[in-house]
């Protein structure tokens, strides 16, 4: 297990999922962790859904760091700006930033989504409107995150800003969902352009299929590859990596980074990369 005892990491994104995974494993590492999304104790909750951020705040205190939480929209630039001048006041840093926010799949019930469209359903027999949905509840928010903790890791000449997407290698067997997440992959690749001789590493973090609440609550567990904590060690592996700004710009898969750093799974396994095509979807 890598050390990150003294690192202040964001997850954003992060009441439940592979956000949730993400900053569990962080938490593994001794890292402080804030995390942040809208659905909390106090308030709203996204699709009126158990999970929230508290939660994930004390997940992250029982695997052994400093869980911390903000209720914040990730869609709105304003609400991201004041998340991340709360945390530089108050922290001092931030070390890494991680997004995984999707809100792509919200009104799905395991069959179609709200506007009647199944998974896969050809782009000429389904209106276009759900597209910005995709869009602004993936790529939009990692836009907002990202350029909003940029100036302070720049000023630090180090840091790691982590997109969490899926490989686009081949297609993804439904449009919208192809499209947002070779957005995203090329909004890593995008902002490493810029960051890397900065030395800020940018890049895209590919999960397989994981077991995440939705995926459980549609009762389709069994055919999940992992569960969220193993990107959660594999963001870990990456931000104690001193060499990580050899991996800026590319979408980096949870799977292939098990076997370079040598982290498992929850439960000692160490799934290969999902390919779609080979596994069910």
Request: net charge negative.
């Amino acid at each position: 297990m890598p050390s990150l005892r003294g690192k202040v990491c964001l997850v954003a994104g992060a009441s439940r999922g592979v956000g949730r995974g993400l900053a569990r494993g962080l938490g593994e590492a001794g890292a402080t962790v804030i995390v942040t999304a809208r659905s909390s104790e106090t308030g709203r909750r996204t699709e009126t859904r158990p999970e929230a951020i508290e939660d994930t705040a004390r997940e992250v205190d029982a695997a052994g760091g400093e869980g911390h939480h903000y209720l914040c929209d990730h869609t709105s630039e304003r609400a991201v700006d004041e998340l991340v001048h709360w945390a530089l006041r108050r922290f001092g840093r931030i070390d890494v930033a991680a997004s995984s926010v999707w809100g792509g799949n919200e009104g799905y019930d395991g069959e179609r989504y709200p506007d009647g469209a199944a998974w896969g359903t050809p782009f000429w027999r389904r209106s276009a409107e759900p597209f910005a949905q995709y869009l602004g509840t993936g790529p939009y928010p990692g836009l907002l995150l990202a350029r909003a903790v940029a100036p302070a890791m720049v000023a630090a000449k180090q840091g790691l800003i982590a997109f969490v997407s899926f490989g686009t290698e081949t297609y993804l067997g439904d449009i919208y969902y192809d499209l947002a997440k070779a957005a995203t992959n090329r909004l890593a690749f995008a902002c490493a352009a810029e960051l890397r001789e900065h030395g800020v590493c940018a890049l895209s973090l590919s999960p397989g299929f994981v077991a995440t609440e939705r995926v459980r609550d549609l009762g389709q567990e069994a055919l999940a590859t992992e569960s969220p904590l193993y990107a959660g060690r594999a963001l870990a592996a990456l931000a104690a990596d001193p060499s990580v700004l050899d991996r800026a710009g590319r979408t980096v898969h949870v799977g292939d980074l098990a076997r370079a750093y040598g982290f498992t799974d929850a439960d000692g396994r160490q799934p290969e990369r999902f390919r779609i095509g080979e596994d069910d979807a």
